[in-house]
């Protein structure tokens, strides 16, 4: 043995030894066996000196020990559990954020553009071309008031075009000159009834809900 | 020089999965530790039980140990409060309660009378070979190492406050100290053939 590294190891038995030969010689100590008992005997003597010395001086009670703490977990594993995923927590929070907010916003887009898909524009164009009405004049039960720049006619005006209407009041015109007033009134009703049954549906039943609309009306 | 270097270096392997680090930390401290123990409970198996509990307790808290304190204090609060839950959860009276945090360190008090009682044959003949041994070869010293290693292992003074009392530089001291532990050592090896401080399977 290196009388140089026994007089180390006695030093750094004492807290004697500077912190950076206790950091070389500590690493040494943990691997190296012999300079293990060694050290073991250097408290043994201490011990003895200081009459503290329990029933057996040997190493059973550090052997013991040694081997309850071989099946634990490292104290490495232990102590960077925590850190690496408090640590892992704290990059990945922005990003997770940045993510949540990202589907948000393409979720609302998709939705957005399938409410109004090219089909139904096409649709709206083709009844307003042929009404000769424009879009943002068309009004009625959720439909937003004219004006509005980000105005989405909704889908259900396309369906309750004005244009059988227009057929029906003309032939209410043209029959009214050949039947009684009565018979005219009766088909005067029956036209306004079917007329007000879609126009006055509940909101709800096909048109947008207040949610919706909102997002129809969201800038494209 | 920090009173706690060596035993924080380390500490701080072991923080870092060194087990074998643990190893030396057991080693210096177990004689220590059942001696402290001892004054709660009256057998001396129950006590290296309790002391090989507190080691383990030790460990596994010492991710949260950051050397705010020295280790062997720290250590030494674990032992008392394991100590003391022992005595409680076993319904026995300690043989003294009045223990305070200067007592973790103090090393007036003669245990030897207390555990004759109870120790085992086997063990007493070892104990007594042990105390004659060192004995023997701390005699045998020259009146400089004597000094100088009962200076540092009965009245726990640092290398500066020794080099002090016997007017030498510290290195001197140092050297001094080593020497007096070779030659105790080498007279322990003779005698008992590697039965102390065996660590062949430790690690």
Redesign the interface.
């Known amino acids: 043995m290196n009388e140089e590294l026994?007089?180390q190891l006695?030093?750094?038995?004492?807290?004697?030894?500077?912190?950076a030969e206790?950091?070389l010689?500590?690493?040494r100590?943990?691997?190296d066996?012999e300079l293990?008992?060694?050290?073991?005997?250097?408290?043994?003597?201490?011990?003895?000196?200081?009459?503290?010395?329990?029933?057996?001086?040997?190493?059973?009670?550090?052997?013991?020990?040694?081997?309850?703490?071989?099946a634990?977990p490292?104290?490495?594993?232990?102590?960077a559990a925590p850190v690496s995923r408090a640590s892992a927590f704290r990059w990945r929070t922005p990003f997770a954020g940045a993510a949540v907010a990202a589907s948000v916003a393409a979720a609302a887009i998709l939705w957005v553009r399938f409410q109004s898909s090219p089909q139904e524009t096409v649709l709206i164009s083709q009844t307003d071309a042929a009404t000769g009405t424009p879009a943002r004049q068309v009004s009625g039960p959720g439909v937003s008031p004219p004006g509005d720049a980000s105005y989405v006619v909704p889908r259900t005006t396309a369906r309750r075009s004005i244009v059988p209407s227009t057929q029906l009041a003309s032939y209410v015109v043209a029959h009214s000159e050949f039947s009684s007033p009565v018979n005219r009134r009766t088909l005067l009703s029956a036209f306004i009834t079917s007329e007000a049954g879609p126009a006055g549906a509940p909101a709800g039943s096909d048109e947008p809900t207040d949610d919706a609309s909102d997002d129809a009306k969201s800038p494209q | 020089m920090s009173a706690d270097v060596s035993d924080l270096s380390l500490v701080r392997r072991v923080q870092r999965g060194d087990k074998g680090a643990f190893d030396a930390l057991v080693l210096k401290y177990q004689h220590k530790l059942v001696k402290l123990v001892m004054r709660y409970v009256r057998n001396p198996a129950e006590a290296e039980d309790i002391a090989q509990e507190a080691f383990i307790k030790a460990y596994r808290a010492l991710p949260q140990f950051r050397g705010d304190s020295a280790f062997y204090t720290w250590l030494y609060r674990i032992a008392i409060n394991t100590a003391k839950n022992a005595v409680v959860s076993r319904d026995r009276s300690p043989i003294e309660y009045n223990i305070d945090r200067n007592d973790a360190t103090e090393e007036s008090y003669d245990m030897q009378g207390r555990m004759k009682d109870s120790e085992t044959p086997e063990g007493l003949v070892l104990t007594d070979e042990i105390r004659t041994t060192v004995n023997a070869a701390i005699d045998a010293l020259p009146e400089d190492l004597r000094t100088a290693i009962v200076l540092r292992e009965l009245e726990g003074l640092s290398y500066e406050e020794i080099a002090a009392a016997m007017d030498c530089p510290v290195g001197t001291v140092r050297s001094r100290i080593f020497r007096a532990r070779e030659a105790i050592d080498r007279r322990l090896r003779e005698v008992f053939e590697g039965g102390l401080g065996r660590t062949e399977e430790l690690g």
């Open positions: 026994d007089s006695s030093a750094m038995f004492d807290n004697e030894l500077p912190a206790c950091e010689l500590a690493r100590l943990s691997r066996e293990k008992a060694r050290w073991g005997r250097y408290a043994a003597i201490g011990a003895t000196i200081r009459a503290e010395g329990g029933p057996r001086l040997n190493a059973e009670l550090a052997r013991r020990v040694s081997i309850a703490i071989s634990e490292a104290d490495a594993d232990v102590a």
